[in-house]
C-alpha cells in the first residue's frame, strides 16, 4: 500500500453513460498525476497537477475527459458519454517536489469496463 | 506514445536464477525509474537511476544506465517465486513544468518454483 487510493476500484458502466473516479494522494503532496493503462501495455500519462493547477494534459485526454483537483488535494477524472474504448485501468500516482527524481507513488488503480 | 521499449516481452526462469530486463529509450532525459506491476494492481516503484549515474544498486536489485545508448537494464537477483510480475521502465523527462513519465510496454517475467 503506497498510501495513494483510488475509488471505485472497479466500475461497469454502458456506453453513454458517465462516469467519475476518485484519488486521493499522499496527505503531503503536491503533485497529482493521471495515467491509463491498456491491457498488456505501460500507463500513458493524461493529466499532471501543482496544488489545484492543472498544468499539462495530454493529446489523450479528449473533451470527453475532464480532471479538477478543487483544493489541491483529491482528485477527480470524469468521462463523459463513454466509449468501449475508454475500457482501462485508469491510474493516479502522487508526488512531491521534494522526492528524489520526483518519484512517483501509485495507486491501485479503477479498472472500467464499458459495455 | 511509449518512449521506451523493454526487452524480452516475456521471461520465465527458475527460482534461483537472475533475471535481466532490458529498456531502450528514444530521447534525452533527467532520469529512469523502473516499477512493478502484479496482476492487476497498481505501480510499485522499485529504483531510480539519475542520468548522470551509471549503476545503481538496491537489495537484489542492480541497474545500469547507458545514456550514449539510451538504454537501461534491470537486474534482480537470486529470483524467487515473489518476483513473478511485470516489470516497467519509465523515463522521466522535465521541461518546463512537465513532469510527465513516459512508460514503456513491460517484461512479464515468471519465476517458477
Not at chain 1, 72 to 96: H, N, P, V, W
Not at chain 2, 2 to 23: F, K, V
Amino acid at each position: 500500500d503506497t498510501g495513494v487510493s483510488q475509488n471505485p476500484r472497479h466500475k461497469i458502466t454502458k456506453r453513454g453513460q458517465n462516469v467519475t473516479f476518485r484519488c486521493d494522494p499522499i496527505s503531503e503532496h503536491n503533485r497529482l498525476y493521471w495515467y491509463r493503462q491498456t491491457l498488456g501495455q505501460g500507463p500513458e500519462f493524461l493529466t499532471y497537477f501543482q496544488n489545484e493547477a492543472q498544468l499539462e494534459k495530454s493529446r489523450l485526454l479528449s473533451d470527453r475527459f475532464s480532471a479538477e483537483r478543487p483544493k489541491g488535494s483529491f482528485s477527480t477524472l470524469e468521462i463523459q458519454r463513454t466509449e468501449q474504448g475508454d475500457s482501462a485501468m485508469y491510474l493516479c500516482a502522487s508526488s512531491s517536489m521534494t522526492l528524489p527524481g520526483e518519484t512517483q507513488y501509485f495507486g491501485p488503480g479503477t479498472r472500467l469496463l464499458v459495455l | 506514445s511509449q518512449q521506451g521499449e523493454e526487452d524480452p516481452q516475456a521471461l520465465s526462469i527458475q527460482e534461483g536464477e537472475n533475471a535481466t530486463m532490458n529498456c531502450s529509450y528514444k530521447t534525452s532525459i533527467n532520469n529512469l525509474q523502473w516499477y512493478r506491476q502484479n496482476s492487476g494492481r497498481g505501480l510499485v516503484h522499485l529504483i531510480l537511476i539519475r542520468s548522470n549515474e551509471r549503476e545503481k544498486h538496491s537489495g537484489r536489485l542492480r541497474v545500469t544506465l547507458d545514456t550514449s545508448k539510451k538504454s537501461s537494464s534491470l537486474l534482480i537477483t537470486a529470483s524467487r517465486a515473489a518476483d513473478t510480475a511485470s516489470y516497467f521502465c519509465a523515463t522521466l523527462i522535465s521541461s518546463g513544468s512537465a513532469r510527465q513519465l513516459t512508460f514503456g510496454s513491460g517484461t512479464q517475467l515468471t519465476v517458477l518454483p
